[in-house]
């Protein structure tokens, strides 16, 4: 968890629904629970120590539709306030799902939108990654602002279906294993992917589709499927939702955290080996 005050770590055990702080030592200084069903994901503190979350919808298990049916979560956006938990928003078009048997078991849809959020100083930003447009609302529940840009297409091309195809193939060792994947299990697997791609990614477990910066200014991050492995684009709003910058990072290197005029990437090389580096941002970025 990033931008906690207090501790040098916060992390998150999302089966205990734990989080725990470390000092610069490696020491546990604290430790909370999460009452109830915990959140959904990952939760964000604020610049004040409180922790913001998605929690689990309540109308999920009331659903009778039937296999095969896809549908979309209504998300509520809460604030941990000590002792007591407020409702942001509600009723936010959350995650994409699927019922894939004759008793209403579902999954995440594949390449399926979700909730994004990042909190600041002055509120929290949000959006359900429908369009390339996020909200802002303060903590007293108001929609104070609201951010739009222009991004690439997010139309899924055969392109993105050869490539997704191609890579369940390269799981199989022989051409007759291939063929049987091809006729029997893909056609259900692409007929299960959606039209378009997300407008940014979701913010659940190790995602971070919309990373705030300490200014309040934020990076929105694409789908990691979007760009075919060419450079993915990044978007950078400031404080006020104002569109600032637009980010180029090559194939094969990860957004892991950024600040004022800086960028962290995880870096894989050629026999898939992992490094991390810092990278300044010059002008004209």
Not at 51 to 74: H, K, N, Q, S
Not at 213 to 238: N, Y
Request: glycine letters at 10%; charged letters at 25%; proline letters at 6%.
């Amino acid at each position: 968890m990033r931008g906690c005050p207090g501790a040098a770590i916060t992390l998150y055990d999302w089966q205990l629904d734990r989080v725990t702080e470390l000092d610069s030592d490696g020491r546990v200084t604290d430790t909370r629970l999460f009452d109830g069903r915990g959140p959904y994901g990952t939760p964000a503190c604020s610049p004040r120590g409180d922790l913001v979350f998605t929690g689990w919808p309540d109308t999920e298990w009331e659903l009778t539709a039937a296999m095969g049916t896809r549908y979309r979560w209504e998300m509520s956006l809460s604030w941990e306030r000590g002792d007591s938990v407020a409702t942001l928003r509600s009723g936010i078009p959350g995650t994409e799902r699927y019922i894939y048997s004759e008793y209403g078991a579902s999954m995440a849809l594949t390449w399926g939108k979700d909730l994004a959020f990042a909190v600041a100083a002055t509120g929290v930003w949000y959006g359900s990654a429908d369009d390339y447009e996020i909200e802002h609302v303060d903590w007293a529940g108001r929609v104070t602002r609201i951010a739009r840009w222009t991004g690439p297409d997010l139309e899924v091309t055969p392109e993105h279906l050869n490539r997704y195809r191609d890579a369940y193939l390269a799981r199989y060792e022989t051409d007759e294993e291939r063929r049987d994947f091809e006729r029997e299990r893909w056609p259900e697997i692409r007929d299960r992917l959606p039209e378009r791609f997300p407008a940014y990614a979701s913010t659940a477990y190790a995602s971070n589709g919309l990373l705030p910066l300490p200014d309040g200014s934020v990076w929105v991050v694409p789908h990691s499927w979007r760009d075919l492995g060419g450079p993915a684009e990044f978007h950078l709003l400031g404080p006020d939702g104002t569109w600032l910058h637009r980010l180029m990072v090559p194939s094969g290197r990860t957004l892991l955290d950024a600040g004022p005029g800086w960028v962290l990437l995880l870096e894989k090389g050629t026999l898939d080996e992992q490094s991390v580096a810092v990278y300044e941002l010059v002008e004209g970025f």
